[in-house]
């Protein structure tokens, strides 16, 4: 069940991963930070930003951002501007991507790890269909 999330702790991903995350998506990810949604029927889950604040945020956010961005990276095919911000299980990868300059658009995009290509799916975080209406964004 995703939680808030400190502003530092996004602040400190930018630093390391050199980038600067839309302002709608830190706003969302600080008030819900990961959770899940559904693209095109399949179920995916977002990663969250690593939470250091104490032992049970620290497990519950191992799989963050800049870790997912890492191991995606290894793939073949994954774009060099792009942000891993969640995943489906099987590969594929919802992205951020930005033109060269670090700032990130707001517009979703979706990486076909088999097929090696980028599909945007919506223009906003608030755009993508939550889960449940628990955690709605």
């Known amino acids: 069940m995703p939680f808030p999330v400190e502003e530092k702790y996004i602040l400190q991903v930018e630093s390391q991963l050199n980038i600067i995350f839309p302002t709608e998506f830190k706003k969302r990810m600080m008030r819900l930070n990961g959770g899940e949604c559904i693209i095109e029927e399949s179920e995916f889950k977002l990663y969250p ?4 604040s104490d032992r049970k945020r620290i497990s519950r956010t191992c799989n963050h951002i800049v ?15 792009a942000i891993a911000i969640g995943s489906d299980g099987s590969g594929d990868q919802l992205i ?3 033109d060269g300059n670090g700032v990130l658009s707001e517009e979703i995009y979706l990486w076909n790890h ?9 223009t906003s975080i ?8 628990t955690n709605s964004f």
Do not use: C
Request: hydrophobic residues 35%; proline residues 3%.
């Open 49 to 52: 930003f690593f939470d250091t």
């Open 67 to 81: 870790l997912e961005t890492r191991n995606a990276r290894e793939w073949k095919g994954f774009p060099e501007n």
């Open 96 to 98: 951020l991507m930005h």
């Open 114 to 122: 088999e097929e090696r290509f980028v599909k945007k799916i919506t």
């Open 126 to 133: 608030y755009r993508l269909s939550s889960l449940n209406s």
